[in-house]
Every structure is written in C-alpha cells, then in structure tokens.
C-alpha cells in the first residue's frame, strides 16, 4: 500500500468510527447535548465531530465511549459485525435498517415490515 492509500484507508475508517458512534447515540436515544455532558466535552465538539469537522483524539474517544456506556470490545466487535453485514447487503437496505433501528417508532416498524415479509 502506498502513502496515499494508507491515508485514504485510515480516513475511510475514522468515518466508519464516527457514524457508529452517531449510531449508537441515536440508538441509545442520547441527545448530542446528553452524550457531552455524560462525556465531559462540550456539546459543539460532539456536534463538530459527527459532522467530521474535528479530528477526534484518542482521550475524546475514550471518553465518548464512557458517555455511550460501552467498552472498546463491545464497540469493535459491533463494528467489525456492522461491517460484515454492510458488505454483504445492499445499500439501499442497510440504510433503511440503521433508519429503522433508530427511529422513535422503530418497534411498530418492526412489526410492519414482519407482516409485509409473512405475505405470500
């Protein structure tokens, strides 16, 4: 690998961290100014870093982890799974799912698409 895909790569990858970590605070319904405070950062530096305005630092990183309530294992695993999944489904669904596994009305969707799925 070349300089430039090593550089390409790594940032490839810091977004794939920031959107699980937006991820997971939609999913855990942690409002960004709730995730700071439970951080200790300021709520426009959790704004300017899902946004990926701001490069995140390993100690931020840490203690965003401690404001979601999840250990390095728990997020690297669920990431590296999300991944395997992206990669064998369709854009399309995997965006409807991340939609649905965070919407306020998630459950009822649930049932809606399991009753969609049940018709013959």
């Known amino acids: 690998m070349n300089e430039e895909d090593v550089k390409k ?3 490839n990858e810091a977004d794939r961290i ?3 970590i937006v991820y997971l605070r939609k999913k855990k319904r ?5 995730l700071a405070e439970r951080s200790a950062i300021s709520r426009s530096t959790v704004g300017q870093i899902e946004k990926g305005a701001v490069k995140i630092s390993l100690v931020t990183f840490t203690a965003i982890l401690k404001g979601l309530d999840v250990s390095y294992s728990e ?3 669920e990431f590296e799974q999300e991944k395997r999944v992206v990669e064998e489904t369709s854009p399309e669904l995997v965006d409807l799912i991340k ?3 965070i ?3 998630r459950d009822e969707y649930i049932k809606i698409m399991k009753s969609l799925l049940a018709l013959k």
Do not use: G, L
């Open 9 to 11: 790569f790594a940032k």
């Open 18 to 20: 920031i959107n699980h």
């Open 30 to 34: 942690i409002t960004q100014e709730s």
């Open 75 to 77: 997020f690297f695993a």
């Open 99 to 101: 939609e649905v596994s």
């Open 103 to 105: 919407h306020p009305n």
